[in-house]
């Protein structure tokens, strides 16, 4: 035992001062810390006043006897042993008292020494189980008490960090998908009737995708194909990209069909752009096998391809980038429908068909049209906000902050205009 702890102490209690004597030289050798009482009341007091790990009392005692003293004990100090020494002639109170736990072992008198000493350093030695035994509980249960303490902390921060993330995440394809408008409405701006067909284009191949069950890969290369079909065009004359595509020579036509390969080639060193590219190149294949640039045909052309060729032939009705001739919404659906299954994928058209057809959508809310000094922080864009000249200025879902709202004001006194942006309606129960 260190020096520093309070040694292990027995209070012995017996009305005989050389039964008192005789304990104290039996036990000198243990190293315990050895009490005397010679009645119960005087084992009380000490019991008040001093740590005691176990009370040796005899049976018969004056006043209190020892099963008295002892339930007394283990009523006031329930984790302090108590043993009773006790003759033959009252061995059945005793197995009373065992029996009820008022005592934990009896020693018949007269005793063994050996056997005493055995007896007690076995209840020492329970004792320092049970106290270590309780110690170790009291630390796990403090460990399991600050470890579900770091867990609720760790599960706040993961949480924290996860929304965190989450919100970077969403900044970064919105900043993306920002970028890749700006550069389409860049390359735009060398045919201005063709300024806006990428974001059509993207529209309506996003709904035919809507109306379709695509799987992830496709879902996610789609947009961005659509966005970037015609990058090909940075390697055209200007001239070519002025004419009709019914108007060209055969030369001019011939470097006009290689703007699927060069979009696929200016894509091959970007990691993300590679499930893009083969749509992009795929784009003006035909169902039938008689298209540009591999003659590919039917399931052959890529998924996203075929959607792309439906939406892109659609617009370009609409514009009169086929022939000069601008045809009317119905007019374009009928040509692209009158290609069902020799020049489109027959799945596609249906899809493509479906969105004209039917029960027409809930309207959405109407948009907001608000001049620059009616906007404000928390409105959402909702269309892309152009520049007179056709640049992309800010992109549809763009969350409009102070900044941002300063930057636009001063783009519009800056260039002597007078703006209206287009913006989301609030939602139910908003601001």
Do not use: C
Not at 92 to 116: C, F, M, Q
Not at 272 to 301: C, K, N, Y
């Amino acid at each position: 035992m260190s020096a520093d702890t309070t040694p292990w102490t027995l209070l012995a209690v017996d009305d005989e001062p050389n039964i008192l004597a005789a304990l104290r030289r039996l036990f000198r050798s243990t190293g315990w810390r050895v009490l005397t009482a010679a009645n119960a009341e005087e084992a009380l007091a000490l019991l008040t006043s001093e740590p005691v790990n176990a009370v040796l009392s005899d049976m018969r005692m004056p006043g209190m006897d020892g099963v008295q003293l002892l339930e007394r004990v283990s009523q006031g100090w329930p984790h302090t042993a108590r043993l009773l020494l006790t003759g033959q002639a009252d061995l059945g109170s005793t197995i009373a008292a065992i029996n009820h736990g008022r005592v934990h072992r009896y020693i018949a008198k007269p005793w063994n020494d050996d056997e005493l000493l055995l007896t007690l350093r076995q209840v020492a030695e329970i004792q320092q189980l049970e106290t270590d035994k309780r110690a170790l509980e009291r630390l796990t249960q403090q460990q399991n008490h600050e470890l579900k303490t770091l867990n609720s902390s760790l599960e706040i921060r993961v949480a924290s960090r996860t929304e965190e993330l989450a919100a970077a995440n969403d900044r970064l394809k919105r900043n993306y998908l920002t970028s890749i408008k700006a550069f389409t409405a860049l390359i735009e701006l060398r045919d201005r009737a063709q300024v806006g067909h990428a974001r059509q284009v993207a529209d309506l191949t996003r709904r035919i995708a809507q109306a379709m069950t695509l799987d992830a890969n496709t879902a996610h290369d789609l947009p961005i194909a659509a966005l970037l079909h015609d990058i090909g065009h940075i390697g055209l004359s200007d001239a070519v990209l002025a004419r009709p595509l019914n108007k060209l020579d055969r030369d001019e036509l011939r470097r006009y069909r290689l703007h699927p390969v060069l979009g696929e080639q200016a894509l091959l060193a970007s990691d993300d752009m590679q499930g893009v590219a083969p749509l992009i190149r795929a784009h003006h294949e035909r169902w039938d096998g008689q298209g540009f640039p591999d003659g590919l045909r039917g399931t052959s052309i890529p998924l996203g391809a075929r959607i792309l060729a439906v939406a892109d032939a659609y617009e370009d009705l609409r514009s009169g980038h086929i022939d000069g001739l601008a045809l009317s919404p119905f007019e374009a659906r009928q040509a692209v429908i009158a290609g069902r299954g020799s020049q489109f994928d027959p799945g596609v058209v249906d899809a493509f068909i479906s969105l004209f057809s039917g029960v027409p959508a809930r309207p959405k809310p109407a948009m907001l049209r608000l001049p620059t000094a009616e906007l404000r922080a928390g409105q959402v864009l909702a269309k892309d906000f152009m520049s007179p000249e056709g640049v992309l200025l800010l992109s549809a879902g763009q969350r409009l902050g102070d900044d941002l709202i300063e930057r636009i004001q001063g783009f519009e006194r800056k260039h002597g205009l007078r703006l209206l942006l287009s913006i989301q309606p609030p939602q139910e129960g908003g601001r």
